[in-house]
């Protein structure tokens, strides 16, 4: 099996494909200069105690105050708060976390306006993403992530990842890192420490320790509040980290910034991998050059084709997702309806639980799948979903097929969901049913190929078109319509075919590549 990530970077996202074996099997869109990501620590402000939910409302910053729960401030919150409150004050304080002297864990069952007013400065993390109208999710039981080890102040804990399933290396890890950890610091063994050596955690530790320590020397210089204490790697670093393993042997990414860090991240974390870390230099775009684009548009719509005419029916509403498994024409003849039954509801598994994390669903989900009557073929497709949804690193629960056919799916939600609209708009009517005479296209495209020639001070120019109309403009090369406007206006121009334009769309471009706006 090979893991491929593919990162598209444009000036408004970054776009992260990740490819297994090909398949498209998670799409991430990172907003630049996006805020709130899961992960971010906050210096915030209390806004309002709500006793009867238990909680308190907090601003970090964001147009909707955020959500704190009182089971989510940590047993150690008066610990985390005292050391803040030693942070804020003028007086010179030591970070160093062994010399503090922690106060004890909160009361499970007690009330958030016994610990919290209004008011008061706190620090959170983001547990949940803002998610249609709802503000962050927050959590004050703090935890830093590493490529091993994540980070847990004011604990003593060492705890391992139950997917490491060797007892002699779950003891083996566990005692590693109760030799080095610093006092009065938790930390939770990641899988992908399965086999590392002492040397590697040691130098992961004392970095997250700096993080930690150097968020609170930050705070101390600023009053401003809300601000980010300890901001998250971004999302295509972090998925790097979280995701990368012996199979990753692919990342390509078509930004020199970008193909910089990951290859400089790399390096520090597996410097033998720094060589799958490759800058796209086609002039076709990167989704296009590694039929990406083509997968998006079959994977995200509401009808999802998946074997043999075999269909899914996606249905999102508020409360929940709902997923019906459709065998279409796929019928063979020479088989009952039980088997026939079994195969299709077999493949749609599989195809679930990739568009699960594809479109990167939460809450709740039903799954409608055909209807079968043997005891053996239900429990044999609860197992096969069981085992799909293994590889996604969201948590998830799984209940067996009800008498009704039905299977139930809840998923961790932390971001919002993934969701592309795969229905264009008539590129020609813009939706009118009326259009203006085809014929004339070609000349607008050179009435505005003259414009730029005559105005913009560039080398060449670059038209994006569709391939079809690409094809009509180049075709007979030394007769070509291109070739024609090149020497008629005394300006070099390249054609470059992109799939994803609709039929009559085009940009044109200068020769640093940067869109030219009509």
């Given amino acids: 099996m090979s893991n491929e ?17 090909k398949e498209l099997v998670e799409l991430n869109n990172e907003k630049n200069n996006i805020q709130f990501t899961v992960g971010d620590i906050y210096l915030a402000n209390v806004k309002k105690i709500m006793p009867s939910l238990n909680a308190a409302f907090v601003d970090v910053g964001y147009e909707k105050d955020a ?3 009182y089971l989510d401030l940590g047993p150690q919150f ?10 804020l004050s003028p007086k010179n304080y030591s970070y160093d976390l062994s010399k503090f002297k922690p106060l004890p864990d909160i009361d499970k069952g007690g009330k958030i306006k016994d610990v919290l007013k209004a008011g008061q400065k706190i620090l959170v993390q983001i547990a949940k993403e803002p998610i249609s109208t709802k ?21 003593n804990k060492v705890s391992v990842s139950q997917k490491i399933k060797s007892v002699e290396e779950r003891n083996r890890l566990i005692n590693l890192i109760k030799s080095i ?7 939770i063994i990641r899988t992908v420490a399965e086999g590392k050596r002492v040397a590697d955690f040691d130098a992961e530790l004392r970095e997250l320790v700096e993080k930690w320590e150097g968020a609170f020397m930050r705070i101390t210089e600023q009053t401003k509040v809300p601000s980010l204490a300890i901001g998250e790697l971004n999302r295509t670093s972090a998925i790097v980290r979280d995701m990368m393993d012996e199979t990753f042997n692919n990342i390509v990414v078509n930004d020199e910034t970008i193909y910089n860090d990951i290859k400089g991240y790399i390096y520090s974390i597996a410097p033998e991998k720094e060589k ?12 296009d050059f590694y039929g990406i684009e083509k997968q998006i548009k079959g994977l995200f719509g509401k009808t999802v084709v998946f074997k043999h005419g075999a269909y899914l029916v996606i249905e999102h509403t508020e409360a929940l997702h709902v997923i ?9 003849k020479d088989v009952d309806q039980e088997t026939n039954a079994l195969e299709v509801n077999l493949a749609a598994a599989d195809e679930i639980a990739r568009q699960l994390r594809l479109r990167d669903m939460g809450g709740i989900i039903v799954v409608d799948f055909i209807d079968m009557v043997t005891p053996e073929n239900r429990k044999r497709l609860y197992e096969r979903m ?17 008498k009704f056919g039905l299977m139930e799916i809840t998923r961790q939600r932390v971001r919002p969901e993934m969701n592309i609209k795969t229905i264009e708009t008539c590129p020609v009517c813009k939706g009118t049913g009326e259009i203006e005479a085809a014929i004339l296209f070609i000349d607008e495209l050179e009435t505005h190929f003259k414009y730029l020639a005559e105005n913009i001070n560039a080398k060449h120019l670059i038209l994006k078109v569709h391939p079809f109309i690409g094809a009509f403009l180049t075709k007979g090369w030394f007769k070509s319509i291109r070739r024609q406007w090149v020497k008629k206006y005394k300006r070099k121009l390249n054609i470059e075919m992109v799939t994803k334009y609709h039929f009559m769309e085009f940009h044109f471009f200068d020769d640093k590549n940067e869109k030219i706006v009509l």
């Avoid at 990530?5 to 074996?21: C, G, T």
């Avoid at 019906?324 to 063979?332: F, Q």
């Fill in 67 to 69: 959500f704190l729960h």
């Fill in 181 to 187: 950890k610093p006092s009065k610091y938790g930390v």
């Fill in 386 to 402: 069981k085992e799909n949804l293994k590889s996604d690193r969201a948590k998830n629960h799984l209940l067996p097929l009800s």
């Fill in 324 to 332: 019906d498994v459709n065998s279409g024409n796929r019928n063979k």
């Fill in 5 to 21: 990530l593919i990162i598209d970077v444009n000036s408004k996202e970054v776009a992260i494909a990740l490819l297994r074996n």
């Fill in 135 to 155: 503000g962050p999710r927050l959590t004050s039981e703090i935890s830093i992530a590493g490529r091993n080890l994540v980070l847990i102040p004011f604990s």
């Fill in 276 to 287: 799958i870390v490759k800058l796209h230099k086609d002039k076709s775009p990167i989704f």
């Fill in 78 to 87: 008066q610990s985390l708060n005292k050391y803040l409150e030693f942070s």
